[in-house]
């Protein structure tokens, strides 16, 4: 879906059209949902975040500025959903990483040792990610998880392309770190 498709679905929206939002719904469900797994650590906050965010996107879209794309827009309104979710929350011992390892686990060849292996490295890696500060933590899932430049995650986070790539940097250094000394 190209820019002037997504400017052509929100007039539809602002124009009394509720279902077309659907189509930006499904478009964006997975990158938005996969932000709010990595960054709280469980299936059933990120549901629910991520449901939270499409419902802000919705009742925001008469301010929407057409000139911005919308994916950054969305990101950024998920991504304040989730940071003000975390500063509320506990700390807590995220679930396990059952919905990464099921992406692992669709690999063409894998045996059940491979497997186990696989789901543990992933564990692992997800305990180490809970543990970054979630500046860092973030500007390392848009960056390496969700496979954004790092002018998208400049745009997103709202900060210089300088500060993004040393977030990034650090992140991945501190996440280096901690895998280590597991």
């Not at 991504?79 to 686990?105: F, M, Q």
């Not at 305990?127 to 998208?152: G, K, W």
Request: glycine share 4%; net charge negative.
């Amino acid at each position: 879906m190209n820019h002037e498709q997504e400017l052509e679905i929100i007039d539809r929206i602002l124009n009394g059209d509720r279902n077309a939002y659907s189509a930006l719904v499904d478009r964006y469900k997975g990158p938005i949902f996969d932000l709010a797994y990595r960054m709280t650590g469980t299936y059933h906050e990120a549901e629910d975040l991520a449901q939270e965010a499409f419902v802000k996107a919705y009742e925001r879209l008469k301010v929407f500025r057409k000139e911005k794309r919308v994916f950054p827009w969305i990101y950024t309104i998920a991504l304040n959903l989730i940071r003000n979710h975390l500063k509320k929350r506990d700390r807590e011992v995220p679930e396990t990483a059952s919905g990464l390892y099921i992406e692992a686990a669709k690999e063409k060849n894998h045996d059940p040792e491979h497997d186990t292996i696989i789901r543990q490295e992933i564990e692992m890696l997800n305990r180490c990610m809970q543990t970054l500060p979630p500046d860092l933590r973030e500007a390392v899932i848009l960056r390496c998880y969700q496979d954004l430049s790092f002018e998208e995650v400049s745009e997103i986070l709202g900060i210089s392309l300088g500060a993004t790539k040393m977030r990034v940097y650090r992140g991945l250094e501190r996440l280096r770190s901690e895998v280590g000394s597991q």
